[in-house]
Nanobody, 124 residues
Framework: VQLMETVGGSVQTGGSLRLACAASGYSISNKYMGWFRQSPGKEREGVASIYTGNSGTSYHNSVKGRFTTSQDRAEKTVYLQMDSLKPEDPAMYFC??????????????????WGQGTQVTVSS
């Protein structure tokens, strides 16, 4: 199983960035997928989750209204669209996949597979 995130990048405060997570050797059909981030010295934090069966989503309060997760079933890819980026958003961002049926969880323990992470930087 491989989850591969696209390269993140650097944007200015208020800018937008889209991350993609492509699955290889794994079907994301009817699975819970999550997006997490981690800054130096901080714990990994769940920011978004999507159930690929019905595209249901859940978001951390800190990103609601700014981040959107979606999927492309044919491409076996999930996306994280990040708009109105703030100085507190920079982190290493990870995608994750779950074989469990815990629901739309933002807890890292709910996920079985992880991407390698991609760095997102926001400059003022």
């Amino acid at each position: 199983v491989q989850l591969m995130e696209t390269v993140g990048g650097s944007v200015q405060t208020g800018g937008s960035l889209r991350l993609a997570c492509a699955a290889s050797g794994y079907s994301i059909s009817n699975k819970y997928m999550g997006w997490f981030r981690q800054s130096p010295g901080k714990e990994r934090e769940g920011v978004a989750s999507i159930y690929t069966g019905n595209s249901g989503t859940s978001y951390h309060n800190s990103v609601k209204g700014r981040f959107t997760t979606s999927q492309d079933r044919a491409e076996k890819t999930v996306y994280l669209q990040m708009d109105s980026l703030k100085p507190e958003d920079p982190a290493m961002y990870f995608c994750a996949a779950s074989d469990k049926k815990y629901g739309l969880s933002l807890e890292s323990s709910a996920y079985d597979y992880w991407g390698q992470g991609t760095q997102v930087t926001v400059s003022s």
